[in-house]
């Protein structure tokens, strides 16, 4: 399962994955798009796994989007069956492996017991010292920058603090992200160039990856490519360097 770290590999802190592919994985097999999120779904354990034992101190993955609400019914009511999926077959291994668990996105659309069992999750895991795993569910970068926008809006009304203090540090400090190191580098799976509206701030100066291979079918071989393209970019910053 775990994997040697090649010493000339450098390793993000902060690493996202879009999580694509998983229905087209599935038809390919005479699979329903179901069975494919199933398997998804038991990646995001094999791959949170194999990034702790490389070094990764954090990884967010984008398992449900704002827009996802609008894939056919029988799809969604089942992604919404995730979190006691993900409670009932990980938890185990996450405490096992010192596996710190958080979520993003927002939780106004979440039934009750969906939202009990992500805070859980969340306070059980909460003083582990190993890997944070981001559950991006119902995450969307446009939500949540404007949440972070009306906060900090609600602060000015209230006389707490002025226009003029507003900074691109406090706006970070509002973000569902706010105590994850800065990102790294996002890998997209299955071919598609585009990042859906995810992590837009947090992606201004990370390193992008887009592999054509399915979420379900992504494992230890294409997470090495991905370091190895990483390790080999000149991380400038918008500035200049020999």
Known sequence: MF?????????PKHLAI????????????????????????ENIRKVALLCQSMGVKALSVYAFS????NRPKNEVEYLMTLPSEFEKKFSSDFEKYDIKVM??????????????????????????QGLILNICFD??????????VQTIATDVKNGIIEPQDI??????????????????LL???????????????QAAYAEFYFTKVHWPAFGKTELLKAF???TSRNRRFGAIKG
């Open 187 to 201: 890998i997209r799976t299955s071919g598609e160039l585009r990042l859906s509206n995810f992590l837009l701030w």
């Open 66 to 69: 704002t827009e996802n609400w």
């Open 167 to 184: 900074t691109q540090e406090m706006i970070t400090n509002h973000l569902y992200t706010k105590d994850l190191p800065p990102l790294d």
């Open 18 to 41: 879009i999580l694509d592919g998983n229905g087209r994985w599935a038809q390919a097999r005479g699979l329903s798009r179901t069975q494919g999120h199933q398997v998804g779904i």
């Open 228 to 230: 190895e393209s990483y």
């Open 139 to 148: 995450y969307g970068s446009y939500t949540e920058i404007t949440e972070a």
């Open 103 to 128: 979520f993003s996105g927002r939780k106004s659309k979440l039934t009750k017991e969906n939202l009990e069992i992500l805070d859980r999750i969340t306070s059980l895991s909460k003083d582990r």
């Open 3 to 11: 994997l040697k770290k090649p010493k000339t590999i450098t390793i």
